[in-house]
C-alpha cells in the first residue's frame, strides 16, 4: 500500500436541521465555523485528513445547491473532487457513487469515509488510527469502522457490540444497536462490550462495491450500470439520470448492519459527533453557573444549565431561566428547553408547512 492509493470521502451534505435555526437549507452546519476557529466544521474535517492522505486524492459529496460553498471553503480542490448529488438519497447511494467514481481512477484505492461534522479533539491518535486502518483493509476484504470507548450513557448515539480480537486493537463487530433508551445504554455502557458508533468507515473501494452489489442490489444496478462513464465527461449526466432513482437507504442499515465481514478498531480520540446543540454545549466553557455563550455577548442573572446563541455583536440579557436553550440568527428567534431538541426537527417542519421557507 503507497499514500497515492489511500482515498478521503467527506460527506457533507446533509441539511442540519437539529441545529436549526443556526444551521438553514442555505447554510447548513458543515459550513459554519462554530467555535471561532475561522475554519468551518468542513473545513476542519479536510484539514484533519490532509495531513495523511492526498489533497488530489481527497472528495466532498455533497448536494448540488452547495456547490459555490465548498468551492468557496475548499477552493485547493479541482471541480472534479466535488461530486454534486442532485438528489438527497442518504448515505449508501453518496457512498456507492463515491466508489464507483474512485474505482474508476484507481482499482486498489483503500477509502476511509467520514461525515463533515465531528469533532476531534485528540487528532494525532486519531490520525494514526485512520492509517492503521488503511493499511488493515488494504491486506483484508473486511469492511471496518471506529468505534469510540463511551464515556457515559449516550442515548443519541449508536452502539456497535465487539466479538472477537484480530489483529492488534481490530474486532469483530457481533451487533448494532441503533440509539437506545437510557436503561439500555447504562446496561451497554457497564458491560464494557459496547463502544459508540462514529459513523466513520474504511474499506479497500473492491470490497464495498462487492458489499453494495451483494447487499442493495437496486442501488448497485442503478450506478453500476455507468461503470464504464465515471471518470468520464458522461459521469455527470448518468448520474443527474440515475442517483434520484437510488433507493434512500443509510449505509448502517443497507450494508454495515447486514455484512458478515465487519470490523472495528476501536479508539477514545475526544471524539463528538456535532449533531444537537446539547452536544454543542458540553463541548463549550461555561461559566461558574453552567451557562454557555457562544458569538454574542450575555448578561445572565439567577440562571444556570443555558445556551445562548446570537449574532455576532448582539447582547443578550437572561433572567431566571434554567436549563434553556435560547438561539437567534437571521430571522428566527428560537427558546426552548434544552433538553427537549428532539422537537426542533418538529419545529422546522411547522414553520415550513405554515410560514414557507422563508424561515428554514
Same mark, same amino acid.
Request: charged content about 25%.
Given at each position: ?62 448536494? @448540488? ?32 457513487? @463515491? ?99 462514529? +459513523? ?24 453500476? @450500470? ?51 446543540? +446539547? ?40 433572567? +431566571? ?40
Amino acid at each position: 500500500m503507497t499514500g497515492k492509493d489511500n482515498y478521503c470521502v467527506i460527506m457533507g451534505g446533509g441539511i442540519g436541521s437539529r441545529f436549526w435555526p443556526f444551521s438553514r437549507k442555505t447554510l447548513p452546519k458543515q459550513f459554519l465555523d462554530f467555535f471561532g476557529t475561522g475554519r468551518s466544521l468542513l473545513q476542519q474535517t479536510f484539514d484533519r485528513f490532509s495531513k495523511v492522505i492526498p489533497t488530489e486524492n481527497i472528495l466532498i459529496v455533497t448536494n @448540488a445547491m452547495y456547490s459555490d460553498l465548498v468551492r468557496e471553503q475548499l477552493p485547493e480542490l479541482n471541480p472534479e473532487q466535488i461530486l454534486l448529488e442532485p438528489a438527497r438519497r442518504n448515505t449508501a447511494p453518496c457512498i456507492a457513487w @463515491a466508489a464507483y467514481h474512485i474505482r474508476a481512477l484507481n482499482p486498489n484505492a483503500n477509502i476511509v469515509v467520514a461525515p463533515s461534522d465531528h469533532l476531534i479533539l485528540k487528532e494525532g491518535e486519531f490520525l494514526e488510527a485512520i492509517e492503521k486502518g488503511l493499511d488493515f483493509v488494504a491486506h483484508s476484504d473486511k469492511l471496518l469502522t471506529l468505534g469510540i470507548k463511551p464515556n457515559r450513557p449516550e442515548t443519541g448515539y449508536g452502539y456497535i457490540q465487539i466479538a472477537e480480537q484480530d489483529g492488534d486493537n481490530f474486532y469483530k463487530v457481533k451487533t448494532f444497536t441503533e440509539k437506545p433508551e437510557l436503561e439500555l445504554a447504562k446496561v451497554f455502557v457497564e458491560s464494557g462490550e459496547f463502544y459508540w458508533n462514529s +459513523g466513520l468507515f474504511m474499506w479497500n473501494v473492491n470490497t464495498i462495491i462487492k458489499a453494495s452489489e451483494t447487499l442493495l442490489p437496486e442501488l448497485a444496478s442503478k450506478l453500476g @450500470a455507468g461503470k464504464s462513464l465515471y471518470g468520464t465527461e458522461e459521469e455527470k449526466a448518468f448520474i443527474e439520470e440515475n442517483f434520484p432513482a437510488c433507493p434512500n437507504v443509510s449505509i448502517d442499515f443497507g450494508i454495515m448492519e447486514k455484512a458478515e465481514n465487519v470490523y472495528v478498531s476501536l479508539g477514545d480520540f475526544g471524539w463528538s459527533d456535532l449533531g444537537t446543540w +446539547g452536544s454543542l454545549y458540553d463541548l463549550s466553557a461555561k461559566d461558574e453557573n453552567s451557562n454557555v455563550t457562544l458569538k454574542c455577548e450575555s448578561l445572565i442573572y439567577n440562571s444556570k444549565d443555558n445556551i445562548v446563541v446570537l449574532p455576532k455583536g448582539k447582547l443578550a440579557v437572561i433572567e +431566571g431561566l434554567e436549563g434553556f436553550l435560547v438561539a437567534e440568527s437571521d430571522n428566527v428567534l428560537l427558546i426552548c428547553k434544552k433538553d427537549e431538541e428532539h422537537a426542533i426537527r418538529k419545529y422546522v417542519n411547522d414553520a415550513q408547512m405554515k410560514l414557507g421557507d422563508d424561515y428554514i
